[in-house]
Each structure stands twice: as structure tokens, then as C-alpha cells.
């Protein structure tokens, strides 16, 4: 029997409940990691890899030793892909089962719903998906990517190779809006434009009188900032009305969740995208980060993922951090979070900037070609210079805020 995507997310599920569960084997009492995931729902092809990524990296972390002489151990609350659970289970999550850290959040509107509470209970806040940029909070993390170091390389890229002409389309909450801002920027800044740009609510799924706009808009490529799988409908009825081979296409989004083993190779091939990892990055620790996630996920690989691998890397410079602070204090963390640590993670390097608590990485830009990423070049160690713009922590240590983009 042949198994789908989402079969093979359940089983995952089901192996990491398991783990979650084994017993700990010292006395002394764990150190909590709070997960905020929604692993069903809409967004579940985001948040079920990324809770096996979680597992993975404690289950490491734990078999080295623990982080303090104690064990780690998740606490976790399946947020269903709804706003409102999010705000719930952070008080939860904060109040009754008293984590040391939380680990979690997918979309930008999850992030912004559970950052004030967190910083309220003074819990520490790391956030690893790629998001819009702007968040200057010292309580807070971020250690996905930016749009300094993602659009700023994925634009000039699509203008040089198709045109100055693009079409700007993208998810209707702030991750969308803010990011059809940073088009704009960017295509002004190479010297194109924008001929239009259309928001979507999130649960929208038929596209067909957009496309026949962008027919008539007749822009030099298209570029998406679409989120969810509800938005995925929009590539598949693309290729149906034959556009495919007509205009090309860009996205800071898709590929992020594997949408691209989603689409067929005909519905795919050929959109450009700029990410920090792929499956297919050649380095040891990839490698052996695939080895590792095989034999705790044994023929589940193709699970795997940028949000996925961005939460792993979150949780391991998290314990980097404690590990460097020999301590579970909430100052002396963040402190020693902001001084720099860095690991050698699945995607290349990644060191935490202490200006802005975001991180410098690797980024390069792909092609979707036969249903995997396939590597046209790359940008080594960008810094999320966007975000150095607006914040500076060390100069303003109680900062609590996401600033607005000027373009």
C-alpha cells in the first residue's frame, strides 16, 4: 500500500508521542521545554515535522548528558491551527506547568499572540520559523530568516533572470502584508516595480479570477508570499490554466513545508525560491543530521523540512546558551544567548547576533526541479541587517516591540 504525505506524518506522530513518553532516567527534576505547535489543522504539514525536530533535538541533547546534569523534557500543547489556542495554552503552559522556555509558534499571528504574555511571565521566547522581520524584543529569539537575508537575494535574482515587471501575491495577515512591502522595496531598489499586488485570506483555495488579472497585468514574473495549504490550490490551478510556461514564478513560502513533494514535478520545475536549507545541501552535518532523524523516524525523511530543521536548530542554540550560562536564570540565559553562540547545524553555520537576538546564516537560492531543491547559488552567513536597522538591544535592553517597515 502506498502511503501519503499525511500518513506518514501520523505514523511520525505516533513515534514521537512514544518518545515523549519514555521514562526519565534521572532523579532529579527535568528542565521544561514548552512546545506551542499546531501538529493538526491547516498548518499541520508545518507543525508535525517540526514537533519530530523537537523530539529529535531533545532526544539528543538528553543521550549527551541533559543540559545541567537534567534530563529536558517537552512540554507540549497542540495549538490546532487556531489563534485563540495559542493565547490559551501560553497561560497554561506559563502559569500552571511553569516551563523554563518556549519553543514555538508558526505563523507570524501565533508569534504575536503568545510574545506579550511570554514576556508579562518573563519566559524565555524562541521562535523559528522565517517571518517579516522587525521584532525587537530582548525576551525573544528569532532565529528563522529575514527578509535581508531571504528577499533581498530571491528579487534581484527573479528580476535579472526574467524582468522588471512583477506581480505581488501574498497571505492576508502580517507576515503577507508586510512582506508585499518588502517586495515593493526590493523591486524599487533594483529598478522594477510592482504592476499589483493581491492579499488572500488564509483559508482561500480558488485563485481562478487572480489568475485571469495577472493574464491581463502581464507582468515579467510573479511573486508569492502565499501561506497554508489552502493556498497551494493557487499553483496547482496556475499549471492547469496553462500559465506555467508563460510567466514565471518566485516565492519566499513555498517549499518551506515541502509543498514542492506536494506538486507534481509539472506544477513545480522551474519556481525559484531562496531558502537556508534544503535536504539536498551537501555537508557532513547534514548528513548526519539525516541519519539521525532516519533512525529515529526510520523511511520518513522526505518529513523533513526548513521549518522543521529551523526548529531544531532553535532548540540547540537555546541549550548552547543555558549550557554556556550554567544556569537556568532567566538573565543569565538571554545573556548568554546574546553573546554569540553558535552551532554547526544541519544548514551551515548559524550564530546568534546580540544586537538584534535574530541570526546570521547561510541562504541560497534554489530551483524546484523534479520535486526536490536544487541549488543555483548561494549567499554564505548573511546577518539580518533589516532588523540591525530598527533595534539594538544592547543599547535598549527593555525593548519589547515589532517595528513598522518604511519603504
Not at 504525505?5 to 513515534?15: G, N, Q
Not at 521545554?33 to 525536530?53: E, R
Not at 503577507?176 to 522594477?192: I, S, T
Request: net charge positive.
Amino acid at each position: 500500500m502506498t502511503m501519503t504525505r499525511r500518513d506518514i506524518l501520523v505514523k511520525a506522530s505516533t513515534l514521537t508521542a512514544a518518545t515523549a513518553m519514555a521514562p526519565f532516567a534521572w532523579g532529579a527534576d527535568p528542565i521544561k521545554l514548552g512546545s506551542l505547535l499546531d501538529t493538526s489543522g491547516n498548518f499541520d504539514g508545518y507543525g508535525k515535522p517540526m514537533n519530530m525536530a523537537a523530539d529529535l533535538a531533545i532526544d539528543e541533547i538528553n543521550k549527551a548528558g541533559g543540559l545541567l546534569g537534567r534530563q529536558v523534557k517537552k512540554i507540549a500543547y497542540d495549538t490546532q491551527s487556531n489563534m485563540a489556542l495559542y493565547t490559551k495554552y501560553a497561560q497554561q503552559i506559563t502559569k500552571q506547568d511553569k516551563v523554563d522556555v518556549v519553543i514555538g509558534g508558526i505563523l507570524s499571528a501565533s508569534r504575536e499572540a503568545i510574545r506579550p504574555l511570554l514576556n508579562r511571565e518573563n519566559v524565555l521566547y524562541v521562535y523559528t520559523p522565517l517571518y517579516e522581520g522587525g521584532v525587537c524584543d530582548s525576551n525573544t529569539f528569532l532565529v528563522g530568516t529575514t527578509p535581508a537575508q531571504q528577499a533581498e537575494v530571491l528579487v534581484p535574482y527573479a528580476m535579472k533572470k526574467w524582468g522588471k515587471k512583477a506581480y505581488i501575491l501574498a497571505a492576508d495577515y502580517n507576515y503577507g502584508q508586510y512582506m508585499a512591502k518588502w517586495f515593493q522595496r526590493y523591486l524599487a531598489e533594483n529598478g522594477g516595480q510592482a504592476v499589483s499586488v493581491d492579499f488572500f485570506p488564509l483559508d482561500v483555495a480558488d485563485f481562478n479570477s487572480t489568475i485571469a488579472k495577472i493574464q491581463q497585468a502581464k507582468p515579467d514574473f510573479v511573486i508569492s508570499a502565499l501561506v497554508g495549504g489552502a493556498h497551494l490550490s493557487f499553483y496547482r490551478q496556475w499549471a492547469a490554466a496553462g500559465m506555467k510556461a508563460k510567466i514565471p514564478m518566485a516565492s519566499t513560502t513555498l517549499g518551506i513545508g515541502n509543498e514542492h513533494q506536494v506538486l507534481t514535478a509539472a506544477e513545480g520545475d522551474g519556481i525559484l525560491v531562496a531558502d537556508n536549507y534544503s535536504p539536498e545541501l551537501k555537508s557532513a552535518a547534514n548528513t548526519k543530521f539525516l541519519e539521525a532523524w532516519g533512525r529515529m523516524y526510520p523511511g520518513n525523511t522526505k518529513a523533513i523540512h526548513e521549518l522543521a530543521v529551523s526548529h531544531y536548530q532553535g532548540i540547540k542554540l537555546w541549550a548552547e546558551g543555558v549550557k554556556r550560562a550554567g544556569s537556568l536564570n532567566h538573565d543569565k540565559v538571554v545573556a548568554a544567548m546574546a553573546s554569540g553562540v553558535s552551532i554547526e547545524g544541519p544548514s551551515g553555520k548559524v550564530t546568534i547576533d546580540g544586537q538584534t537576538h535574530h541570526v546570521t546564516l547561510d541562504v541560497h537560492v534554489m530551483e524546484m526541479r523534479g520535486q526536490q531543491l536544487k541549488e543555483l547559488q548561494s549567499f554564505p552567513q548573511r546577518g539580518p541587517k533589516d532588523t540591525q536597522a530598527v533595534c539594538d538591544l544592547r543599547k535598549n535592553p527593555k525593548s519589547s516591540v515589532q517595528h513598522e517597515i518604511k519603504i
